[in-house]
């Protein structure tokens, strides 16, 4: 049977996006990432897709963006879309119901919607005086950091804690919950029929 296809969308410096390829190249996913793609050359997770070997393609904000982006993702036979500090709207529509992913690099509902991402989530926590933090994993619908939750890690606030060293060890957990997410999600229905090998 063949491997299911990723298609990864980044923003950022794509180091989600290679944990999720190193989790597929050492047999924990029976996956491969197929594209990954990122809104603007210069996101420095292009050029270490690119260096990984990853078929990376820049997509420019545009009107027909979410056209764009369902093209190049058709092109490459994806099977489960996986958004990975992607900071643009995804569209979902019926093409991708139940076949995208995001994770967040927080607890939700409690700290997350519009303008809550990266470093953002995790000062916030601080400020809040949470004893407690991690990352959700859950599928995408047309709002921000909604649809089902698919799986949970959790990690203590330390009293010590800046927002960079809480980044860190949420991190560790991101590593962690998105392969095993993705497993989930690829055990709940074989790649689409048709698909070229």
């Known amino acids: 049977m063949t491997r299911a296809r990723l298609g990864i969308l980044i923003s950022g410096g794509g180091r989600t996006a290679l944990n ?52 190049v993702l058709e092109a490459a036979g994806v099977d489960l879309v996986c958004l990975a500090g992607y900071l643009r709207k995804f569209r979902v529509g019926t093409r991708w119901a139940g076949r995208a992913l995001n994770i967040h690099p927080g607890l939700l509902p409690d700290f997350g919607g519009p303008g809550m991402y990266g470093t953002r989530v995790h000062e916030a926590v601080i400020a809040r005086g949470a004893k407690e933090s991690g990352c ?20 203590p606030v330390l009293h010590s804690d800046t927002p960079e060293t809480l ?8 590593c962690t919950a998105y392969p095993e997410a993705i497993r989930t999600m690829l055990a709940r229905a074989a790649p689409c029929a048709g698909a070229a090998p």
């Open 136 to 155: 959700t994993v859950h599928e995408v619908d047309e709002e921000y950091d909604r649809g089902p939750v698919l799986l949970v890690r959790r990690c």
């Open 20 to 71: 999720i390829h190193a989790a597929c190249e050492r047999g924990e996913v029976d996956a491969r990432v197929s594209i990954v793609v990122a809104h603007r050359d210069e996101a420095e997770g292009v050029a270490r897709c690119r260096s990984a070997g990853l078929r990376t393609a820049v997509l420019p904000p545009s009107a027909d963006l979410p056209d764009r982006i369902d093209a």
């Open 167 to 174: 980044a860190a060890r949420v991190f560790a957990e991101e």
